[in-house]
T-cell receptor
Framework: DVKVTQSSRYLVKRTGEKVFLECVQD?????MFWYRQDPGLGLRLIYF???????EKGDIPEGYSVSREKKERFSLILESASTNQTSMYLC?????????????FGQGTRLTVV | RKEVEQDPGPFNVPEGATVAFNCTYS??????FFWYRQDCRKEPKLLMS???SGNEDGRFTAQLNRASQYISLLIRDSKLSDSATYLC?????????????FGQGTILTVHP
């Protein structure tokens, strides 16, 4: 059974804290993604990685950074959390090299910044 | 203009109804297309891919019109269990090969 696992389901952090969201996949996928999902806005891509140490900015990268030191792990970092980063964060992975490739999602991390 | 646009609905239909969702995309170089389904408080999951020739999976039919940059999903004989948010997804291709862009989703509620 394929799996994408996010380290926390719920997180509450204070404004200004550095926050790490971790994602691990066990499918040997090259592509990994971080999205945030907000009501009425759908899923918006924050960062995308297509290989170890490789990354591309998505549509809303401001205030975020990422790390991909190992193929199976993709971390999202909020350098200084702000209240407007309160959201549901979803990690996904997919195979590279296929035009039609399914993305598998983790269960999501609901982050609240107070 | 958003890269991928959907009518957010909500669509409220009775069981047995036929319902259609539409989606447009702005990047003509986009390579592949999908519909995902997201249940309340769950992660999105692939419903079906959308091929140029159109494709069908049981009660679900997906169509792609590359000239108009338009994707559709038709659900026939709606079931209560079809209630969910339906997400149109586009693979950008090109230098961003593999990058998936989502529409904002269309909410469907099927009632008895």
């Amino acid at each position: 059974d394929v799996k994408v696992t996010q380290s926390s389901r719920y997180l509450v952090k204070r404004t200004g804290e550095k926050v790490f969201l971790e994602c691990v996949q066990d499918m040997d996928h090259e592509n990994m993604f971080w999205y945030r999902q907000d009501p009425g806005l759908g899923l918006r891509l924050i960062y995308f990685s297509y290989d170890v140490k490789m990354k591309e900015k998505g549509d809303i990268p401001e205030g975020y950074s990422v790390s991909r030191e190992k193929k199976e792990r993709f971390s999202l970092i909020l350098e200084s959390a702000s209240t407007n980063q309160t959201s549901m964060y979803l990690c996904a992975s997919s195979l590279r090299g296929r035009v039609y490739t399914e993305a598998f999602f983790g269960q999501g991390t609901r982050l609240t910044v107070v | 203009r958003k890269e991928v646009e959907q009518d957010p609905g909500p669509f409220n239909v009775p069981e047995g109804a036929t319902v259609a969702f539409n989606c447009t995309y702005s990047n003509s170089a986009s390579q592949s297309f999908f519909w995902y389904r997201q249940d309340c408080r769950k992660e999105p999951k692939l419903l079906m891919s959308v091929y140029s020739s159109g494709n069908e999976d049981g009660r679900f039919t997906a169509q792609l019109n590359r000239a108009s940059q338009y994707i559709s999903l038709l659900i026939r004989d709606s079931k209560l269990s079809d209630s969910a948010t339906y997400l149109c997804v586009v693979n950008a291709g090109g230098t961003s090969y593999g990058k998936l862009t989502f529409g904002q989703g269309t909410i469907l509620t099927v009632h008895p």
